[in-house]
């Protein structure tokens, strides 16, 4: 059984900084391509960061240079460090695992960007 279980959202001020961390399990962590996503209130789910099995990344444009996503392949873990935080960034932060046509998402952690 595959699950995402993601961790370290929160509130934070503008310009603070969080950490959030994705553990999977019940796939073959290396070979997948692992992402994250957000969705504000009333708006479409967003692709943030991704993390390929070669080792490169993609980041949106809005995160990038404040958003850095890594992967621990050992402990099945991948992890999206965000500085410089911004009132925008308010979102549903989502942990995903994508190879071939299977697909996974977590249930999602709340980062709140407020002071």
């Known amino acids: 059984q595959v699950q995402l279980v993601e961790s370290g959202g929160g509130l934070v001020q503008p310009g603070g900084s969080l950490r959030l961390s994705c553990a999977a399990s019940g796939i073959i962590f290396s070979i997948n391509i692992m992402g994250w996503y957000r969705q504000a209130p009333g708006k479409q789910r967003e692709r943030v960061a991704l993390?390929?099995?070669?080792?490169?990344?993609n980041y949106a444009d809005s995160v990038k240079g404040r958003f850095t996503i890594s992967r621990d392949n050992a402990k099945n873990m991948v992890y999206l460090q965000m500085n410089s935080l911004k009132p925008e960034d308010t979102a549903v932060y989502y942990c995903n695992s994508l190879f071939g046509t299977e697909e996974y998402w977590g249930q999602g952690t709340q980062v709140t960007v407020s002071s």
């Open positions: 993390s390929f099995r070669g080792g490169s990344t």
